[in-house]
C-alpha cells in the first residue's frame, strides 16, 4: 500500500510518524509550498508533490491533513482517481459538502476513515456511556 500525505502541519507530520511504523510505503508529500513540504521530505527520504493530481498516480491511499476547508473536494478528487481516503475531522465545512464527499466515495467503491482518533482511546466508551446516562436523567 502506498500513501501520499496532503498537508505537512502538526497533523501531517505526526500521521507521517505513524505512517513510518506500519508495512505501508510513503510515496511524498503535498503542502502549499514545495519549501514547506521539503524538511518532512527529507526526513524521510520522500518526494515532494507539486499538488494532489500530481501525486495520485503514485498512490493508493491519499491522507488528507489539510485545513477544513480544503478536506471536502480533496476527498472527491481522491475517490475519483480511486483512491483510499483517509481524513483528519471534519471531512467537511457543511452537511452538504460531507455528503458529496461520502457519495464520491461510495461512487468509486473507495474506502474513507475520518481520522479521529478519540474513538479508540479507552476512556471513550466509558464517556459515551456517562454521556448517555447524563442526557436520560441517570445517575451513574
Known amino acids: 500500500m502506498r500513501v501520499g500525505i496532503v498537508g505537512v502541519g502538526f497533523m501531517g507530520s505526526t500521521h507521517a510518524a505513524a505512517w513510518a511504523e506500519t508495512p505501508a510505503q510513503m510515496a511524498g508529500f503535498v503542502a502549499e509550498t514545495v519549501d514547506e513540504a521539503g ?5 524521510y527520504g ?13 498512490v493508493d491511499v491519499v491522507d488528507i491533513c489539510t485545513p477544513t476547508h480544503l478536506h471536502g473536494e480533496m ?29 464520491a ?6 474506502q474513507l476513515l475520518a481520522a ?25
Do not use: N
Request: proline letters at 6%; hydrophobic letters at 40%; a positive charge.
Open 39 to 43: 524538511a518532512l521530505a527529507r526526513q
Open 46 to 58: 520522500l518526494r515532494v508533490y507539486p499538488d494532489l493530481t500530481a501525486m495520485l498516480p503514485d
Open 75 to 103: 476527498i472527491q478528487q481522491a475517490a475519483r482517481a480511486g483512491k483510499h481516503v483517509v481524513c483528519e475531522k471534519p471531512l467537511a465545512r457543511t452537511v452538504e459538502q460531507g455528503r458529496q464527499a461520502l457519495r
Open 105 to 110: 466515495c461510495r461512487e468509486a467503491g473507495v
Open 116 to 140: 479521529h482518533v478519540v474513538r479508540f482511546f479507552p476512556s471513550t466508551p466509558w464517556l459515551r456511556l456517562r454521556w448517555s446516562r447524563d442526557r436520560s436523567g441517570s445517575r451513574g
